[in-house]
């Protein structure tokens, strides 16, 4: 109640009527009747969602998310599908039942089998069903998966944009260092390192999980942009087009730093040391980098 009272005086009262406390099922029925009596909460279920997310998700994560289904099932019961044209259907099917999951991708890592089954019921809807049977599906979902430009119609599929809306929460925590959410995973899971050279660690949490798959995403598709080359590591970041990669002549080289290669005091490469260390292949890769001559800091694109 201490830590409560500091927390408050800080400047955001809590609302008891509003807050709660989960218990491991560990805790003896005691000691959490006593706890909750000074605190003056309520105790919170498994499955309780607080801004439309799960409050607590243990082994169980297809039951955790299985509300998404429902919600999918729910919209699309109540639709009299057999009064739409393939125009109608796509436009809700984009703007609507798609448009569910998002919030939630954004966050969390779906279960396969969640992502799986909305893919389904997704699929069930444009093809229609009779009295609970579904339609012959012509063509798989996979292939209308794909953009208009490739044949497709453009339908999402889930897995794959659930990575993709990760990646982008780990490029806002790239270009955001000093957001509060960047700042507290910060000092849990990567104190020493920058986002790029985290690992998972020990008992991560499901949000930190699902940031890392997206990460894994987001480096395919990252480069350094040079400026003082004093950011970028020569062997370990990517900072040369794919599918270029620098292995050294001179196993013994030491050098660290893009920084290292460039004559000191000039925006430009030290090219004797570039051959005594490349290939030639590699030496005009290298020197067809342009350097940044307006922002001498090294960037991520």
Request: proline share 4%; glycine share 8%; charged share 20%.
């Amino acid at each position: 109640m201490r830590l409560f009272s500091i927390y408050e005086n800080a400047g955001q009262v809590l609302n008891k009527e509003k807050s709660s406390i989960f218990f491991s099922k560990n805790t003896p029925l005691e000691n959490q009747k006593t706890i909750l009596s000074i605190a003056g909460v309520k105790s919170s279920g498994s499955f309780e969602k607080y801004l439309g997310l799960p409050t607590m998700v243990g082994r169980a994560k297809s039951k955790a998310f299985h509300n998404l289904i429902d919600r999918a099932w729910e919209k699309i019961t109540n639709w009299k599908t057999s009064c739409l044209s393939a125009a109608g259907k796509e436009i809700l099917l984009k703007s609507v039942l798609q448009a569910i999951p998002t919030y939630t991708m954004g966050i969390f890592l779906l279960p396969q089998s969640i992502t799986k089954r909305l893919d389904q019921l997704l699929g069930k809807f444009w093809w229609g069903s009779n009295e609970g049977q579904s339609k012959v599906q012509w063509v798989k979902w996979s292939y209308l998966s794909r953009g208009k430009d490739q044949g497709g119609l453009g339908f999402r599929n889930f897995s794959s944009f659930n990575l993709a809306l990760l990646a982008k929460q780990g490029w806002n925590m790239l270009n955001n260092p000093n957001s509060l959410s960047t700042q507290v995973l910060k000092q849990k899971y990567f104190p020493s390192k920058n986002l790029l050279e985290a690992t998972v660690g020990c008992r991560p949490s499901l949000a930190w999980k699902s940031l890392m798959a997206g990460l894994d995403l987001l480096k395919e598709g990252l480069i350094w942009r040079i400026g003082s080359g004093l950011k970028v590591k020569i062997w370990e970041f990517r900072w040369l087009p794919k599918p270029f990669s620098l292995t050294p002549a001179n196993r013994n080289c030491r050098l660290e730093w893009v920084a290292d290669l460039m004559i000191p005091g000039q925006k430009s490469w030290n090219v004797p040391l570039l051959h005594s260390l490349f290939s030639q292949q590699e030496v005009e890769l290298i020197k067809s980098i342009p350097i940044s001559l307006g922002n001498r800091e090294d960037r991520l694109t």
